[in-house]
């Protein structure tokens, strides 16, 4: 498929999620890496983005929980490119009634090409990588070339 531009803010809307076994070390992720992140633009599935409000007094756009939308809510949002960037402490040991969501929502993270986090050390990798903090390009399909070779 044909490729073009798009250009992530040194601002950037990120999307952090955890499931429920590892909400807590989202969560002291995130008070430890709070300097940085209060920079951005931040978005969270339902449960996260409430204890995330809570716990580290952070101003965030919640969507609705995991497992009644949130994931495809987020996964729709990285569509429209109006997310940049994905922490998700994903749980690699359990099971759950919404797991052809996250299978939906990891995808659709690799179709936009947006850089994502699914364990807790890529996560400080991309937290402290300088493409974090300064502009970047990425390579994302070119939808308009895509429209007009089916049309
Ligand atoms: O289920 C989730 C991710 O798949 C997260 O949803 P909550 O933040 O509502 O727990």
Not at 12 to 41: G, P, R
Not at 136 to 142: A, R, S
Request: aromatic share 8%; with cysteine.
């Amino acid at each position: 498929m044909k490729k073009t531009i798009r250009k992530l803010s040194s601002k950037k809307s990120i999307a952090l999620i955890a499931h429920d076994n590892l909400k807590d070390n989202l969560i002291s992720w995130v008070k430890d890496n709070i300097i940085f992140l209060q920079e951005h633009t931040l978005y969270a599935t339902g449960t996260t983005g409430n204890l995330l409000e809570k716990e580290a007094s952070l101003c965030i756009h919640k969507l609705i929980s995991g497992p009644l939308g949130g994931d495809q809510q987020v996964g729709a949002l990285i569509a429209e490119q109006k997310i940049d960037m994905m922490i998700f402490f994903w749980d690699p040991l359990n099971p759950a009634a919404h797991d052809p969501d996250v299978k939906a929502l990891l995808r659709l993270a690799a179709v936009w090409n947006i850089p994502i986090a699914t364990n807790e050390v890529t996560a400080d990798f991309l937290i402290s990588s300088p493409l974090f903090h300064g502009e970047v390009e990425i390579l994302i399909p070119d939808y308009n070339e895509y429209l007009k070779n089916r049309l």
